[in-house]
């Protein structure tokens, strides 16, 4: 049973400076330090400037992602939730599974957690830097002149042609004895839903009505990954959308 994950903001400032080939670029490794947090990896393969934008005369680019990383230092999942371009996207999806992560702690100890990262590309130089955003659903309007067809962004829930409805749920499975101490508390999910309606990066927002057994958050967490929705469009266009789901944690009578 894993962890259940919570949301965590690092503040990261790294800068990489990549020339030729990437079999010329050696890996850089980190150890990320803030608050009570600390964070190592090691960025085997840094993303590219897209050839194709350069040919085009465009000099910078800007994607915002999210990583769900594991106690164990498991990349789990990620998401893009800005793109100036969606080939900055496709140049950071072309590597990123190459990237190592150590288990990220807290306080001493392993800790799943999920971590905005922004990346800035500049075509001068082939200069591309990391950066953490300040928020998990932090978004920039394009600043490149790209048209909204090329561009990757969260969609408001307001401007969808109607709100996602699950076509598939499946039920946390606990028994009544671990929800005794909990009964009448519940959890509150945030979490994405893609352009084919799977769940993507589930996570604790937080909970109310009294302290819940962990083990009741990680159940409820197992079993919203497997939830899947209509896909979420926007005047007929697949989008991604951020939503969230409560969790009543309460004996069967």
């Not at 998990?136 to 600043?143: A, D, V």
């Amino acid at each position: 049973m894993k962890k259940a994950t919570i949301s965590i903001l690092l503040m990261i400032s790294l800068l990489f400076h990549a020339f030729g080939d990437d079999d010329d670029i050696m890996p850089y490794e980190h150890s990320i330090s803030s608050e009570d947090v600390d964070l190592l990896f090691k960025v085997m393969r840094q993303p590219k400037f897209p050839e194709s934008l350069r040919s085009q005369g465009f000099s910078s680019g800007r994607v915002h992602l999210l990583l769900e990383l594991h106690f164990d230092g498991e990349l789990r999942d990620w998401i893009v939730t800005y793109a100036s371009h969606r080939d900055f996207a496709e140049s950071i999806e072309r590597v990123i599974e190459e990237w190592e992560f150590g288990p990220p702690k807290r306080k001493g100890k392993p800790v799943s957690l999920i971590v905005p990262v922004e990346v800035n590309f500049r075509a001068s130089g082939d200069v591309v830097s990391f950066n953490a955003t300040n928020g998990l659903n932090h978004m920039m309007s394009s600043q490149y002149g790209y048209s909204s067809f090329d561009t990757i962004k969260i969609a408001d829930v307001d401007n969808l042609d109607k709100f996602p409805e699950p076509v598939y749920v499946v039920r946390p499975k606990v028994p009544n004895s671990l929800i005794r101490k909990s009964d009448g508390s519940y959890g509150v999910f945030r979490f994405f839903i893609d352009t084919e309606g799977r769940v993507r990066l589930p996570h604790v927002d937080h909970v109310r009505g009294g302290k819940v057994d962990v083990r009741l958050l990680e159940a409820a967490q197992d079993a919203l990954e497997e939830w899947e929705f209509a896909p979420p469009t926007v005047r007929g266009k697949r989008v991604i959308v951020e939503l969230k789901q409560p969790f009543l944690f309460q004996r069967t009578r």
